[in-house]
């Protein structure tokens, strides 16, 4: 397998590496970058733990390779919070959303539903109940917290709806309606949100 130079950013910085284009954009963000927001699951795209942004866009980073998202801007569970890396961050109110909810129980799907929360609300930020549904529906949580879940991207919908209108928003607004994703590749199995909310 030969390397070649790849230029990825990530969480706002250009980064260069010297790996095969075929490695998983996941093993580079947990190896090469200590970046372990992102955790690795099933490997086969179908969990949802290793979400990341592309773009605004929600992907899986497990079956999505460096070389296709050369030069693009991927953010990562880490580079959510304002202030960057710093240690003084503020989180993202999808982060403390999820965090005053309580809405973990073992925690390991909970990078995989924030970062898709926040593709979602960036694509749509009045996202309905249906919408919200929508967009977690790949997601899957063993632990069975999908109502703490549900009630989180809520909240922080709410929130975040509140703090633009506040800024003046039309504008921003604008900006934020772009159709949303979806998520590739194929469908999931096992316990989804949606399967299992009443
Ligand atoms: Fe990537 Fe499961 S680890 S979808």
Not at 7 to 36: H, M, W
Not at 48 to 59: E, N, Q, Y
Not at 102 to 111: E, I, R, S, V
Not at 170 to 187: N, V, W, Y
């Amino acid at each position: 397998m030969t390397t070649q130079p790849v230029t990825l950013i990530i969480n706002g910085k250009e980064q260069n590496f010297a790996l095969s284009t075929e490695t998983p954009l996941l093993y580079v963000l947990r190896n090469d970058c200590g970046l372990n927001g992102a955790k690795f699951g099933c490997g086969l795209g179908e969990c949802g733990a290793c979400t990341v942004l592309l773009g605004d866009r929600p992907i899986r980073a497990c079956t999505t390779r460096i070389g296709a998202v050369r030069g693009r801007h991927i953010t990562t569970l880490e580079g959510l919070a304002s202030g960057g890396l710093d240690d003084d961050r503020t989180p993202h109110p999808v982060q403390q959303a999820f965090c005053e909810v309580q809405a973990a129980q073992c925690g390991y799907c909970l990078n995989g539903m924030i970062m898709a929360t926040v593709g979602l609300l960036r694509s749509n930020p009045h996202a309905d109940e249906k919408a919200i549904r929508a967009a977690l529906r790949r997601q899957l949580c063993r632990c069975g917290t999908h109502m703490e879940i549900l009630a989180a991207v809520r909240l922080a919908r709410d929130r975040m709806a509140e703090e633009t209108a506040d800024a003046g928003g039309p504008a921003r607004l604008q900006t934020l309606q772009s159709p949303p994703a979806p998520f590739h590749p194929a469908p999931a199995a096992g316990t989804e949100a949606e399967a299992s909310a009443p």
